[in-house]
Every structure is written in structure tokens, then in C-alpha cells.
């Protein structure tokens, strides 16, 4: 079956330095992946998302690339704020598959000023 | 409502009780999903909706889950005789029509059950 798989965390950084969190995924066929966001004390919001191969999903100064050769979708930020400090999330959905999607297990970050 | 609305937002319940958990969606969305967080891990889908039928109910655990949504808007996950291996945040979720690459899902805060 479909499946996610994001480095653990935490992740501790200090104010203005660079994020990558590391997404990849197994799945049959052409799923959209996304990126998904959970701040302390909220829900779940979409941060970003791609549709197809190449594509680059981008929001907030975070970015995305579907990189299909490599199976993955790794999230980047080049200068972080206090603010950024929440549990990230990637996902995938598999349209053959149904209309469903299937999460990694979540990255928190925390960021110090 | 602007956004998905659940309730209760935190229910403590003893072991082999029913409970009930509502979620109203944003107005219009046809597409309506159930998931289960438990604690340190992502999201695991549960149920999904179209309408009123359930489309796809592959996740729901065992016949102790069942959700309705009779009228197209409203859903109500039950859990039967509940169990501490239940205690999870329940997310709900909608989007303007399931199967569409571009519609965007858009989740609640989510029901914190607690079984004691």
C-alpha cells in the first residue's frame, strides 16, 4: 500500500537558519503530495502542494519540488522564524486508490530565538 | 461557519461506554473524511464521505466505528463500547468535491477522546 516516510524529530534551530525536512513516499501511479502544518494549539492547514512531477509547491517562504526520480518531496526553508515552531506533516493522495489522504508520521520543529 | 467545526473538543469517557463525536464541514463541501491521530504520529484515514454515502469506510478499525452523515452536511462518528487503545484525537475533514486533484482538504481541530 501507499506510505510516507519523514525524518524524525525534533528539530531545534535557531532563528534565520535553514530547514529541510526530508519526505518520501511508495506509491502506485501520479499521487499529489502536500505539505501540512500543525501550530500549537490548531489544526491541521495545508501549507503546500504539488500535483505532478517537476511541479513546485511554494508558500510562506517554505518550498517543494515533486521529484518523482527520487520518490520524494523534501520541504525547505531558507531563513526560519519563532513562528515556524509546529509539527510538519507530508502526505500524499492516490487518486486510483481512493480519495484518502496518507500521512507521515509528523516532524516537529522547534525554533529558538 | 468558516471552518470544519467539531464537538465535544475533549471527551473523557470510561472503558465499554458509547460516544458520539459530531462534525459540521465548511458549507458546500460535498466531501466529507474521518481521521484518527494518536499521540507522536500522523493522521490515519478512518472514513470518507460523498454525500451522504460513505464512499470508502476501509480504515474504520473494527464494527465497534460507524459514522453516518444523513443529510449530506453533518456527520457523527460512534464508537461502541469504547476502549483504552481508543484515546486518540478524532480529525474531520472536508473538501468542496472528493476525487478532484485541486480542491484542497480542510481539517478541524479535532475531538480529544480520553478512555479511562
Known amino acids: 500500500g501507499d506510505s510516507v516516510t519523514q525524518m524524525e524529530g525534533p528539530v531545534t534551530l535557531s532563528e534565520e537558519a535553514f530547514l529541510t525536512i526530508n519526505c518520501t513516499y511508495t506509491a502506485t501511479g501520479y499521487p499529489s503530495l502536500f505539505w501540512y502544518v500543525q501550530y500549537p494549539g490548531e489544526g491541521l492547514q495545508l501549507l503546500l502542494k504539488?500535483?505532478?512531477?517537476?511541479d513546485k509547491g511554494s508558500n510562506k517562504g517554505f518550498e517543494a519540488t515533486y521529484r518523482k526520480e527520487t520518490t520524494s518531496f523534501h520541504l525547505e526553508k531558507g531563513s526560519v522564524q519563532v513562528s515556524d515552531s509546529a509539527v510538519y506533516f507530508c502526505a500524499l493522495m492516490n487518486w486510483a486508490a481512493g480519495n484518502k489522504l496518507t500521512f507521515g508520521g509528523g516532524t516537529r520543529v522547534l525554533v529558538k530565538p | 461557519g468558516a471552518g470544519v467545526s467539531q464537538t465535544p473538543s475533549n471527551k473523557v469517557t470510561e472503558k465499554g461506554k458509547y460516544v458520539e463525536l459530531r462534525c459540521d464541514p465548511i458549507?458546500?463541501?460535498?466531501?466529507l473524511y474521518w481521521y484518527r491521530q494518536s499521540l507522536g504520529q500522523g493522521p490515519e484515514f478512518l472514513i470518507y464521505f460523498q454525500g451522504t454515502g460513505a464512499a470508502d469506510d476501509s480504515g474504520l478499525p473494527n464494527d465497534r466505528f460507524f459514522a453516518v452523515r444523513p443529510e449530506g452536511s453533518v456527520s457523527t462518528l460512534k464508537i461502541q463500547r469504547t476502549e483504552r487503545g481508543d484515546s486518540a484525537v478524532y480529525l474531520c475533514a472536508s473538501s468542496l468535491e472528493g476525487g478532484i486533484s485541486g480542491n484542497t482538504i480542510y481539517f478541524g481541530e479535532g475531538s480529544w477522546l480520553t478512555v479511562v
Open positions: 458549507s458546500g463541501h460535498t466531501a
Open positions: 504539488a500535483t505532478k512531477a517537476d
